[in-house]
């Protein structure tokens, strides 16, 4: 009898096993379920942290192929290279980058190129473009007046201001990195751009961006000497770097002004 009652409540203790085991089974799952909506969450909350840089490898374009050889090479090889370049430094800093072509040779009109730096809401349009004629050096512009073209009348004074800080950080970037190696040109107006003067004071792209957006004549390509500098290893990796190193510090203003005014 006694042995009886000992393989009843053996029994009776596995099913509570049983039972507990399957209850902790189906909690664990259900914590594991409730948890990977949250874990999606913040990634998509780190992510959306990251800022949006839009790279503008100039050419091809309704303006120009860039295909002109020039010293052994041309400017829309050379704005390719340099973007590929540039993107992995500001990736390796944690910004996001997107790009307005994805090959060297693919045609994108400035329109288009816009639109795209606009529906990825880049906190930067950073241009990149080779000048043609008497000069040597580097020179950043960006817009600081409307101006039409169409319908489309741009870029507005808010955004005028943000590039006119933008141009400013970049060029200070291209200065620290690139130091005696190459020309300081400054800052400029979009208006003094050929294509600029001629659409009334702003580029194209300028004009229908809604970002901060800058356009930097890295080097004057039919320069032999310039032309040199950026088709090197080591020249193009300084520019690279006075790009990445610009683009970045303009970043940075922007995020902690936007810090500052959700504080007020």
């Avoid at 948890?35 to 949006?52: C, F, G, H």
């Avoid at 990736?91 to 606009?118: D, I, P």
Wanted: hydrophobic share 40%; with cysteine.
């Amino acid at each position: 009898m006694l042995n009886v009652r000992r393989i009843v409540r053996v029994r009776e203790m596995l099913k509570l096993l049983q039972i507990s085991s399957f209850g902790l089974a189906c909690a664990l799952a259900l914590f594991s379920l409730a948890w990977l909506p949250i874990q999606a969450v913040a990634a998509d909350r780190l992510d959306s942290s990251r800022p949006v840089i839009c790279i503008d490898p100039g050419h091809p374009s309704e303006v120009s192929d860039g295909f002109q050889p020039q010293n052994g090479t041309n400017e829309t090889h050379e704005c390719w290279v340099m973007a590929l370049r540039v993107r992995k430094l500001l990736e390796q800093s944690g910004c996001k980058v997107v790009m307005t072509k994805g090959r060297e040779t693919q045609k994108v009109t400035n329109v288009r190129r816009a639109e795209v730096a606009n529906r990825n809401h880049a906190r930067l349009m950073l241009r990149l473009h080779c000048d043609t004629g008497v000069g040597t050096g580097f020179r950043v512009f960006y817009p600081d007046t409307e101006a039409r073209d169409g319908k489309v009348v741009g870029p507005s004074k808010e955004v005028q201001i943000a590039s006119r800080s933008a141009a400013e950080a970049v060029r200070q970037g291209l200065a620290l990195r690139l130091e005696d190696s190459m020309k300081d040109n400054g800052i400029a107006s979009d208006r003094s751009t050929r294509v600029g003067n001629k659409m009334g004071g702003a580029l194209i792209g300028s004009i229908h961006s809604k970002v901060p957006v800058v356009l930097v004549e890295m080097v004057f390509l039919n320069n032999p000497e310039d032309a040199a500098f950026i088709k090197s290893p080591e020249g193009r990796e300084k520019m690279a770097q006075g790009l990445a190193e610009g683009a970045r510090r303009f970043v940075k203003v922007e995020s902690e002004n936007e810090t500052t005014a959700r504080r007020r």
